[in-house]
């Protein structure tokens, strides 16, 4: 059963900064109280990936927190929430969790869905907020929300950017210098990409072809994938026609990066 007050929720894993603010803004807008969890969680990182390493700062994030408003944050441990014994998991099949982000980081989003099943339990919330930078993650979490028919409502917002156009991510904090300028290379890629669909190019693997070339170009950055897909079903698509989506992934140095841009429709 729902309470009487309606209850804004904003998952993160912390090291909190503007486009998390954007989301914690838009809950504070809508909703009558507005919680926040920080966790950093294990079960969505693979081996090798940057668990042990990733930023946390909770007396940051607290003091954030507080100024934008938030009623309450929740801030549990790894043994709360994963107890020795721990062994349930929730696992989505098909698609939408195996390509891309679940292609590269196998064993990933079935982390995703058993957080955010535990929260959604834990903290019962009417709508809870996740930023369109993760696409991929927000159309599996739409699915998990359907398909086990939890009593909350998904939406997604806007990627915050810099004036650069590099999306705002935790992990950008990891980036040097040199780094940090090379990673513009990517958005510039995906806006290309959009001028090149505007300009009449509709094959798919060519604007693929054409976004590998650009960004190869920085020699600090290594490709994972670029993608040119259908914004539903996340399956490649041959040419441009009705919405399609453009997804990418980098890494420049130890750090990866993800990133999308639609080049057609309203997606």
Known sequence: MKGTRVIGFV???????EGHLSLIRKARQQCEEVMISIFVNPTQFGKGEDYQRYPRDLSKDMKLSEKEGVDVIFAPS????YPQGYSTFVEIKGNLSSTLEGASRPG?????????TKLFNIINPDYSYFGKKDYQQALVVKKLVKELNLDTRILVLPTIRE???LALSSRNSYLNKKERKAATIFYKALKRAKEWVGEGEKDSSALVSKMRGLIEKEPLVRIDYVAVVDPK???KVKEVRGEVLALLAVNIGK???IDNIKLAGSV
């Not at 998952?11 to 900064?17: A, K």
């Not at 990933?108 to 955010?116: E, Q």
């Open 163 to 165: 004036k650069d156009g």
């Open 11 to 17: 998952p993160t894993m912390g090291s909190l900064h």
């Open 255 to 257: 750090t990866r990066l």
């Open 233 to 235: 079903t996340l399956e």
């Open 78 to 81: 790894r043994e709360e929430m």
């Open 108 to 116: 990933h989003f079935k982390g995703v869905a058993t957080i955010l």
